[in-house]
């Protein structure tokens, strides 16, 4: 890709991920458009449906979790790991209200721009659970689709302007009941919405 073709598409992306944190997912195509200074046929060549533009936004998210329930599985104890994660997956999915609604959808329509990157996000926190329940620091009864309903519910509490302030301390207890050692958790708070 050429450096000005690059530049356009590193614009635009930056522009809809403003956007769509102002707005949720569902922000205007053409709003989108209109911000980033472009007619709405150059944003569509670019990405040419809203889950086209989201996924190229989101991808690099998705892999920075991804990469970050490597990095804990080699750094932290199993529960301390899972429980980092599951904060880092809630923090960064209340940026983009709406984007669990998206997740979840994208996790059973294999066509979904979504799925791969959805599939893999969703491995990499049932690894960390899986290394929790093996180490005995996480309940057995719960598998990576429970975990990640949990985030899309825990998002859901930060996004909600009358339960937000209690999202920290609803994740503090979703952790407690996710471990079998609630020390684990400890205070294992949400980052609160930026």
Request: a negative charge.
């Given at each position: 890709?050429?450096?000005?073709a690059r530049k ?15 707005q949720g ?10 911000r980033?200074?472009?007619?709405l046929?150059t944003l ?7 889950e086209?533009?989201?996924e190229?936004?989101?991808r690099?998210s998705?892999d920075?979790?991804?990469?970050k329930?490597?990095e804990?599985?080699?750094?932290s104890s199993?529960?301390d790991?899972?429980?980092a994660w599951?904060r880092?997956c809630?923090a960064w999915?209340?940026?983009?209200r ?9 996790i ?8 791969a990157?959805c599939v893999?996000l969703?491995a990499?926190?049932a690894?960390?659970?899986t290394?929790?329940q093996?180490?005995g620091g996480?309940?057995t009864d ?6 990640f ?8 509490l930060?996004?909600q ?6 999202a920290?301390?609803l ?6 009941a996710?471990?079998t050692?609630?020390r ?6 949400m980052?609160s919405r930026g």
């Amino acid at each position: 890709m050429r450096a000005d073709a690059r530049k356009n598409r590193d614009h635009l992306l930056a522009v809809a991920g403003a956007v769509i944190a102002e707005q949720g997912v569902d922000a205007s195509m053409r709003d989108i458009a209109r911000r980033a200074d472009v007619g709405l046929a150059t944003l569509l060549r670019h990405y040419p449906t809203r889950e086209a533009l989201l996924e190229a936004l989101l991808r690099t998210s998705f892999d920075e979790l991804t990469a970050k329930a490597g990095e804990l599985e080699t750094s932290s104890s199993p529960a301390d790991a899972l429980v980092a994660w599951l904060r880092d997956c809630v923090a960064w999915t209340t940026e983009y209200r709406g984007v669990t609604v998206l997740m979840a959808a994208a996790i059973e329509d294999t066509e979904s721009a979504l799925h791969a990157s959805c599939v893999t996000l969703r491995a990499a926190g049932a690894r960390l659970l899986t290394r929790a329940q093996e180490a005995g620091g996480a309940r057995t009864d719960v598998d990576g689709t429970d975990l990640f309903a949990f985030v899309a519910a825990l998002a859901w509490l930060g996004d909600q302007p009358s339960l937000a302030p209690r999202a920290d301390h609803l994740f503090g207890v979703v952790a407690n009941a996710l471990l079998t050692d609630a020390r684990s958790a400890g205070s294992a708070g949400m980052p609160s919405r930026g």
